[in-house]
């Protein structure tokens, strides 16, 4: 098995990004609890996030991939301690979930899920001047948000760099009730047994996206469902295709001019993408990135650094199989010719 990248704390749901050379990554932050299993996702009751960063990869670089020896090292991670605490945000009650991050115009922006005053799932941003915080918080959630896995992108080719937010997660994280309309005030409580919707004819949920504005602490535009469709049928993907339909930890990365949009189906444990010509959709499913690991989440992101493309991710191996006590790992992906992605096996 492949180490961890960091072993004196738990972390999940990496969000890695390069700043200036140097690779950022904004994880969870696991703790312990006696709070019992659920399929809620109440024993994930995370209260800080910290932020992590290291100058190279190569140590775990495919050896097929590489001409050079790999490094007999593995590099260091430098852990920069707690950068934003729920009790340092007025709106959270609990669970601070998948964070992401951001850099416009030389200000740090980090996105993080987490539950109000009234247990409903909202999405926060703080700022900083530099990418390994301290943030100060928003006092408020960013208005029109909601659901969990916020995931940034920056797009380098478009016009004034435009800055789009991903988001959403099915079950605990509350996206199936809002079926009425992609607002807070479309909040319906009575899906949150319900889970999702089922049966023949009924069509997955999206997950959101809306473009940020300037100040990257509000939407610029209405809160759109993001399209994904089957690639036989051209038709948007079956709510009982459980192995292909969006679940939570949306990621977008960009690559020779394709938007890859991707993430976890969940309750089949699969990390999949689904690529297309705009970031604002539609989207068409084409495999999978990772096979299931331990554990029931999976989660990731997809960075290019130091001339190779990785794929950061988490499991629970350093728990011994606790699946909130997830650790974050890395591995080199690859591209066939046609921009596919090579399915990776979890080691
Ligand atoms: O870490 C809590 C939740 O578990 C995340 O928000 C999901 O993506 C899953 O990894």
Not at 121 to 143: K, L, M, Q, Y
Not at 240 to 254: I, L, N, P, V
Not at 306 to 329: Q, T
Request: glycine letters at 8%; hydrophobic letters at 35%; charged letters at 20%.
């Amino acid at each position: 098995m492949s180490p961890p990248l960091i072993t004196h704390i738990y972390t999940a749901d990496p969000s890695a990004h390069v700043f200036d050379g140097k690779l950022y990554i904004y994880p969870s932050h696991d703790r312990e609890t006696d709070i019992a299993f659920n399929d809620n996702g109440d024993q994930y009751d995370m209260v800080d996030y910290h932020v992590f960063s290291l100058d190279s990869l190569e140590y775990y670089a495919s050896s097929s991939s590489s001409s050079a020896p790999a490094p007999l090292e593995p590099p260091k991670v430098t852990d920069h301690g707690v950068v934003l605490s729920a009790a340092d945000v007025p709106w959270v009650s609990r669970q601070l979930w998948a964070p992401d991050a951001a850099r416009r115009r030389g200000r740090y922006y980090l996105y993080f899920p987490a539950r109000d005053a009234a247990s409903v799932f909202r999405i926060g941003v703080a700022s900083g001047p530099s990418p390994t915080g301290p943030f100060a918080a928003d006092p408020e959630p960013i208005p029109g948000s909601f659901s969990i896995d916020p995931a940034a992108f920056v797009d380098p080719d478009g016009p004034d760099e435009p800055a789009y937010l991903y988001f959403g997660g099915l079950w605990g994280g509350q996206l199936q009730c809002y079926q009425r309309g992609n607002a807070p005030e479309h909040y319906d409580a009575a899906w949150l047994g319900a889970r999702e919707p089922a049966g023949p004819g009924a069509a997955a949920l999206c997950p959101k996206v809306a473009r940020l504005a300037d100040d990257m602490r509000s939407f610029a535009g209405p809160v759109r469902d993001l399209q994904i469709l089957a690639p036989e049928t051209g038709r948007p993907l079956a709510a009982d295709d459980h192995d292909r339909r969006f679940f939570e930890a949306a990621w977008m990365h960009k690559r020779a001019g394709v938007y890859y949009f991707s993430y976890s189906t969940g309750d089949t444990h699969y990390l999949v993408y689904a690529t297309g010509d705009n970031p604002l959709g539609p989207f068409t499913y084409a495999g999978r990135i990772l096979e299931p690991v331990l554990g029931w989440t999976t989660h990731h992101s997809i960075v290019e650094f130091g001339g190779r493309w990785w794929l950061f991710h988490h499991d629970c191996e350093l728990s011994g199989g606790v699946n909130h006590l997830r650790s974050v790992k890395v591995k080199e992906i690859f591209y066939d010719k046609d921009g596919k992605i090579t399915t990776e096996k979890p080691s």
